[in-house]
């Protein structure tokens, strides 16, 4: 019998040989379901997603919460209400009454004409220089004074000038003084002493303003100072008798003086004057920089009890004890939202990894989807609240209910958005979220469905952006739409509407479809440019043959032009046919070859006079200059800033095709000297990675060799398309795009048809023989 030790040893041994395979499997199990559920996903990429799950989550959360019902000053409290955490309000009654005594406060603003005495200065300068002068005139060059005639003479020209409205006795005056510099410099004096101190237009303002402060502001230099003593202001009155108490110090007789004293009154003028307008702004901004009186309110007051009036002041601590507290649960709210966004953009990810676009990373395809459901519900969430407010605050029955309302939300506004950006099939999946959300947003059945069919509505109207008035026609479908399931939905509910109400229904209904498109328009360039996604819009932009890439095209390589716009006509056919894009494989066509302008005369199609330059060129050296025109056409697009799936055409429609011609001249030249390797007269690629890429590649091929046929027939025509096909086939050009032999077949077909419109025979016209005319115009002199 074996020891204990052995037996349990020997146990421990089958018991591990029996569970290491099981636990293997377990542990394979878990690795592919670990790689299965990541399906692509980086560590940022699971923490993009959980940042958007709870942007989506916070716009879903209900964040209203009553505690106690709203009440308006006058009404009866219900209840005691008690303030449930410790808040600050406004008390607004004493922060008018502040902001009202901080505008009475505030100085009276006058404004100071610092100039002004200057200006009266220039004024009696210029009168008695004009005197002067125009003695000096009638004195002439003989006289130290004047005669009584001249005097004369020189006051009636005087009053003739006008003499700047100066009285007639003041003029005999100075005439008798002969504008004497003396007597025009005691004025001037006198003037000054009169200013001094500032003359104000009245005085009862100033004493008015004299308790608040009075504030000169001089309008010349900006400068502004406080009056300290009011009574050295002068208004006219004060400064009148002024002039009459200091015009005896003067140097003139006393008739000359009472001559005087009415110009220099009539000078006079305020130079300090209210400044209402500055006044008022300053008592308005003093006003305005008050702070707010605000009062605590402590947890567990009681701010209104059972039986008591509401009052002003009860109500607005009750407004702002509502805007404090916080709806119960909001964590739980919050976790059960998130897990729901971040169950839907999971699945949204899976589905995009593995459906993948050939036009945009699934990283910023799975970016751009959120971000308008982010927006679209941010949206809804917007309208709800702006017509939750309409209804609170009207009179009209029909819009005292909100739900009547909810049918003009733009709901289809990112529906419309993902289908012209993504594909139809990503646009049903984000419908489908989209009205989810909506539905736990709202917690309404009807407008769930109201919401999902608007979507798909917008699916069905907007599936090709092939120009702008798409727009408008798909807000009319959502629109019309919307009318029709909102009259569904009322006529199937327990409690239908009136036919009044329901005739009103259908205008926010109608709406909101309108409303949709309009708000879809102006952001769908934007998302474009931003994820830099290719629309149809802007295939169409490109498509036009005026632009300035495709006019140089034309100018400097003619035949290459020419080969272009055939190759897209042969495509757009072929994408007809097999339900590609055809505008896509078009306006591919059309830039396919932009790069054989850096050279266009190394290539046939451009060589007008037969002369092939290859011919003097080593095989190798035509290799590097048609691998060129490749090349020089990525640069081109990119320097152009042509779109991305254009710009991807350029080398995949050459894919890693040979360059059979230089190969086979390499091979003549290279006899007895070692093999040649086709890898070194192969494009660099990559293949076609799309199935317009692939048409293009048998469309550039077709019309190619369809131009070495002398005569070409169908049957001809026909054999061509077949050959190129088979040849592309067997090369594996097509092995990295999603495209089946049948689909090879109708763009055979296709092709065949639009050669044979190209190459069709015409009747001969009676009377012309363009065969004798050709060789006797190559037998004739030229002259």
């Known amino acids: 019998m074996c020891p204990l030790p052995t037996r349990l040893f020997r146990h421990h041994k089958e018991w591990v040989a029996a569970i290491r395979p099981a636990s293997r499997s377990l542990v394979g199990f878990f690795s592919r379901l670990r790689s299965e559920l990541a399906c692509q996903m980086t560590l940022m990429d699971l923490v993009c997603g959980m940042g958007l799950a709870a942007a989506v989550a916070v716009l879903l959360m209900r964040l209203e919460y009553r505690g106690f019902p709203s009440y308006a000053v006058g009404d009866i409290a219900r209840e005691d209400i008690r303030a449930s955490t410790d808040f600050t309000v406004e008390d607004r009654t004493a922060t008018q009454l502040k902001a009202r005594q901080a505008g009475e406060e505030s100085p009276t603003v006058f404004d100071y004409d610092s100039n002004l005495v200057g200006t009266l200065e220039r004024q009696i300068r210029g009168l008695f220089e004009r005197g002067r002068a125009l003695a000096r005139e009638v004195r002439g060059s003989s006289q130290r004074r004047l005669r009584p005639t001249q005097r004369a003479e020189l006051l009636a020209k005087l009053g003739q000038e006008g003499a700047l409205s100066v009285p007639q006795v003041t003029l005999q005056a100075l005439v008798s003084r002969e504008f004497s510099a003396d ?54 009155g004060q400064a009148r008798v002024t002039v009459r108490d200091r015009i005896y110090e003067l140097g003139v007789s006393p008739s000359e003086r009472r001559a005087l004293q009415p110009y220099l009154e009539q000078l006079l003028s305020p130079d300090i004057t209210f400044n209402r307008a500055e006044t008022l702004a300053r008592q308005g901004a003093a006003a305005g920089n008050v702070d707010p009186v605000v009062i605590q309110v402590k947890k567990g007051k009681v701010i209104v009890r059972q039986g008591d009036e509401i009052t002003d002041p009860i109500l607005v601590q009750l407004e702002a004890l509502r805007r404090h507290q916080r709806a119960p649960n909001t964590g739980v709210q919050f976790a059960g939202f998130f897990l729901l966004a971040a169950t839907f953009l999971y699945l949204l990810w899976r589905y ?14 799975y970016l751009l989807v959120s971000l308008v459901l982010i927006v679209n519900l941010a949206v809804v969430r917007f309208f709800l609240f702006l017509l939750d407010g309409i209804a609170s605050g009207s009179a009209r029955p029909f819009l005292q209910v909100a739900e009547h309302l909810y049918p003009a939300v733009p709901f289809a506004f990112g529906a419309i958005l993902t289908t012209l950006l993504t594909t139809v099939h990503v646009a049903i999946l984000f419908s ?134 055939v190759v897209g006509t042969l495509a757009e056919a072929a994408a007809k046919a097999i339900g590609a894009n055809p505008l896509l494989a078009r306006v591919g066509a059309y830039y396919h070859d ?91 690629g990559p293949k076609p990675q799309s199935k317009e890429a692939a048409i293009l590649m048998l469309a550039d091929g077709v019309e190619a060799a369809s131009r070495t046929l002398k005569e070409p027939t169908p049957a001809q025509l026909n054999t061509v398309a077949r050959k190129i096909a088979t040849a592309v086939i067997t090369d594996g050009q097509l092995d990295e795009c999603d495209i089946t032999l049948r689909e090879v077949d109708l763009i055979r077909e296709s092709f065949l048809k639009v050669l044979m419109g190209i190459f069709h025979h015409r009747i001969a016209y009676p009377g012309y023989d363009f065969g004798k005319i050709e060789k006797a115009d190559q037998g004739s002199p030229v002259h």
């Not at 979507?455 to 109207?461: D, H, M, T």
Request: net charge neutral.
């Open 183 to 236: 007597l025009e410099e005691q004025l001037i004096g006198l003037i000054r002493r009169v200013y001094q101190g500032g003359i104000a237009s009245s005085r009862d303002l100033l004493l008015k303003a004299q308790a608040r402060g009075i504030l000169l502001r001089d309008i010349a230099s900006g400068g502004e100072r406080l009056v300290s003593d009011v009574f050295s202001i002068k208004d006219l």
């Open 352 to 365: 995009l990894a593995l459906y993948p676009s050939r036009q945009i990373s699934i990283r910023n395809q």
């Open 432 to 565: 489908l979220t989209l009205s989810l959300l909506v539905g736990a947003l709202t917690g309404q059945v009807p407008l769930t469905v109201y919401c999902l069919v608007g979507c798909f509505a917008a699916l069905y109207g907007i599936h090709h952006y092939r120009e702008r008035s798409i727009m408008l026609k798909a807000g009319l479908l959502v629109g019309s739409v919307n009318v029709v399931t909102m009259v569904t939905l009322d006529l199937v509910s327990l409690q239908p509407s009136p036919g009044s109400f329901l005739a009103w229904k259908m205008v926010p209904s109608f709406s909101g479809g309108i409303v949709a498109a309009m708000m879809a328009a102006p952001i769908l360039p934007l998302l474009e440019t931003l994820f830099h996604v290719t629309t149809d819009i802007r295939l169409l932009e490109l498509s036009n043959l005026d632009t300035p890439i495709l006019r140089q095209l034309a100018v400097e390589a003619p035949g290459t032009y020419h080969h272009s716009i």
């Open 594 to 684: 932009i790069g054989k302008m850096l050279k266009p005369e190394y290539y046939v199609e451009n060589q007008l006079h037969g002369d092939n330059k290859h011919e003097q060129l080593s095989p190798r050296l035509s290799r590097l200059i048609i691998l060129n025109h490749v090349k020089g056409g990525l640069q081109m697009a990119r320097e152009m800033g042509l779109a991305p799936p254009i710009r991807d055409m350029i080398p995949q429609h050459h894919g890693t095709r040979l360059m059979t011609y230089f190969y086979e001249k390499e091979r003549e030249q290279a006899t007895g000297q070692g093999e040649v390797s086709e890898n070194d007269f192969r494009y660099l």
